[in-house]
């Protein structure tokens, strides 16, 4: 089982368009596949799922779909509480959230601390969020610390940067799935994805189900990650792994 789980949860726009409908009503609709998404992560028992919910860039969407998305994750956050309190789940919040609404950012803070004694899993959410965004601040942080004397610049290593990367104190992403048919990580968790085994499904996000979850964890299942080594029988590639099927 992968550990760690991130998901790039894209193609609600589409959704609606396919159907006649305003762009927010794919979000409706993609925030009910969060809600589903969730339970089955849970009961299938991972560490950790992170959920890239909105990104740094999308402020510059239109306002009204800006606003359409910040009043779905407040309707979220109320309307999932006890089930995120009942269920073990921590949650949590990554990317530059003081850029949320202040009644988003209330009922989150709330119930990011109300559940942080919970240990079952880790539901993270990746709010106004950006890879680089979140790189750049590490960064910010280690100058500030080197400046004050407090570290060696000498000694900035790997695991000196990833304890500064707030998307990582769940550990790298061992999973990381798109939906909506693109093949890019569109500034997603980049330092933790180094090594993150990719799958990418056509299905848009409002229509993913749990079987399509268990599709990615399978496909997971069946990769050889070698983290750059030779691994004991050296032989490589396994003949399913060589198989035209990208995922
Ligand atoms: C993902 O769906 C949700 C957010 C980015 C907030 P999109 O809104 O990007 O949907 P498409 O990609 O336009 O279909
Ligand atoms: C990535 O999707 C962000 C989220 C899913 C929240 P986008 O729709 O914003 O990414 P691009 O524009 O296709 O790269
Ligand atoms: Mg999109």
Partial sequence: MPRHVGIIMDGNGRWAAQR????CEGHRAG??????????????????LTLYAFSFQNWARPPAEVA???ALLHDFLIEERSEILGNGIRLAAIGDLDQLPAPVRAVLDQLCADSAHNSRMTLTLALSYGGQEEIAQAMRVIAAEAAAGKLDPQAIDIDTIRSHIPSLQVGDPDLIIRTGG????SNFLLFGSAYAELFFSDRHWPDFTEEDLFL?????????RRFGLVL????????????SDSN
């Fill in 216 to 224: 990615a964890i399978a496909s997971y299942q069946r990769r050889e």
């Fill in 20 to 23: 006649g409908e305003d762009r």
């Fill in 232 to 243: 004991e029988g050296g032989a490589g590639l396994s003949p399913r792994a060589k198989s």
């Fill in 182 to 185: 693109e093949r890019r990580l």
């Fill in 68 to 70: 359409g998305l910040m």
């Fill in 31 to 48: 925030s009910h596949a969060v809600r589903r998404i969730v339970r089955v992560a849970r009961r299938i028992g991972l560490e950790a």
